[in-house]
């Protein structure tokens, strides 16, 4: 490679002589990713006094992943960790003064590396437990990096990889069952894709779940190739998987404890060839128990909740604690959607509000979350859903659906995500 003209000084000095270079031992985090040219890079990092004392890295890429990688611990070194997490591949480039085209993607993969060592980081921290010889959590922390096998790591690294290539998680919870929020992942998903977006929905509704007999996937099954879980697709923008697949008859029951919960979304995360997405929509369970947990522990940023309700007092009370479950795992809420607010008569066009209207609005306001819409009833919802007919599409111009169709809009806006192309391993 003749690299004299194409590239700067800032960078050609990096080629041969890369700052930060190795591993480090000990480390407070650690990260592998392979970007899609090939290339793989490593990161260390060591915390001190919640700031990034120390940044290694290696790759086995060529120059410019060299460059990239060692601007990505200089810029990193001696900020605070949230403020290292803020480090954009626009950054790593105007520090070297640019990289010619064809190279920018080794400064995307020096970011996601230098990331996902953060989120390493932190993942090790909220996990540690108080070592039982001098009640310190870093001590343990220590052991628990000790004790984690080759496998533990590789897994992990599986996952992450998984999910930098994910432009956005959507995690749809609701306080009670019955509320619509499946019918609205359902429905989220295909105007998502129908808006061109490229979508998985992954429903993680282990004890009712009902995806697949709203998409009319009643009958679908996962198939293996290479390793991977092959998802259902509709069309050639949406991927579903759903635990209904693997049952062998939609009247068996599924009786799994937290763990083998947590296990089965990790693995519905990382062994699905998801491919690269732009949202991935997580259809969870009522309530705020052990899978919007897991979801919340596993999927990394960004991700954010879309908190469905029905207008009445006894619905909202949930929500409420769908938004401090929120505060606490860290997930910004996207909005609320007040969903069946209000029918409408369909002989006089009046408006008949079965389940009182405006719960969800005062709701948003009094959390302070934003709100994404209110959906009416409209029994036709009620028909596609049983027939595995998609609402949204078949009744583009109903004042559901047109309600339906502003709330995807305002998602869009507040999760604007770089395009599938460009972000192929990007957060
Ligand atoms: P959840 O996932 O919260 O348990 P579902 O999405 O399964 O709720 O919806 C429960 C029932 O309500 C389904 O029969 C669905 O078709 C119906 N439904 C959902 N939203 C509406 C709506 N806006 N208008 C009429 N029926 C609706």
Not at 54 to 70: K, N
Not at 74 to 99: R, W
Not at 164 to 173: A, F, N, R, T, Y
């Amino acid at each position: 490679m003749n690299t004299d003209q194409a590239f700067t000084p800032e960078a050609l000095e990096r080629f041969e002589q890369p700052r930060n270079y190795g591993p480090l031992d000990p480390w407070d985090g650690h990260a592998r990713v392979t970007g899609p040219c090939g290339d793989t890079m490593e990161f260390w990092l060591r915390i001190a006094d919640r700031r990034i004392a120390q940044a290694t890295f290696t790759t086995d890429g060529c120059g410019p992943s060299r460059a990239a990688g060692s601007m990505a611990t200089e810029l990193a070194i001696g900020k605070l960790v949230k403020e290292a997490s803020q480090i954009e591949q626009n950054d790593v480039l105007q520090a070297l003064d640019g990289l010619p085209k064809e190279w920018e993607h080794c400064a995307l993969l020096a970011v996601n590396t230098l990331k996902a060592a953060i989120r390493d980081c932190q993942e090790r921290r909220r996990t540690a437990q108080p070592c039982g010889e001098c009640s310190k959590t870093e001590c343990s922390s220590k052991q628990r990096l000790a004790n984690e096998s080759e496998q533990d790591f590789l897994d992990r690294q599986a996952l992450t990889q998984r999910m930098c290539q994910i432009g956005h998680k959507l995690l749809v919870m609701s306080g009670k069952g019955g509320v619509g929020k499946s019918t609205v992942s359902a429905n989220l998903a295909i105007s998502l894709a129908l808006a061109g977006k490229q979508v998985g929905l992954l429903d993680v509704d282990i004890h009712g779940p009902s995806i697949p007999k709203l998409l009319g996937l009643e009958d679908g099954h996962v198939t293996m190739r290479n390793g991977e879980m092959v998802p259902m697709e509709i069309g050639d923008h949406l991927k579903v998987i759903s635990i209904a697949f693997f049952l062998s008859s939609n009247r068996d029951a599924v009786i799994w404890r937290g763990p083998m919960k947590y296990g089965f979304i990790r693995q519905f995360l990382k062994d699905v060839a998801w491919g690269p997405l732009d949202y991935l929509v997580i259809d969870a369970p009522p309530g705020t128990g052990d899978e919007p947990l897991s979801v919340a522990q596993l999927v990394g940023h960004p991700a954010g909740a879309i908190l469905v309700t029905t207008p009445q007092d006894l619905a909202i009370a949930d929500v409420r604690r769908s938004v401090s479950f929120c505060e606490k795992v860290s997930m910004p809420v996207v909005g609320i959607i007040e969903n069946m607010s209000g029918l409408l008569c369909p002989h006089c066009g009046g408006q008949i509000d079965l389940f009182k209207t405006g719960g969800g609005e005062s709701l948003a306001r009094e959390m302070g979350v934003p709100l994404l819409g209110r959906i009416p009833i409209d029994p036709q919802i009620v028909t596609c859903g049983d027939s595995g007919t998609p609402y949204i599409h078949h009744f583009a111009d109903s004042p559901a659906a047109l309600a339906f169709a502003k709330v995807v809009e305002r998602v869009i806006a507040s999760t604007q995500v770089a395009p599938t192309e460009n972000r192929s391993i990007a957060n």
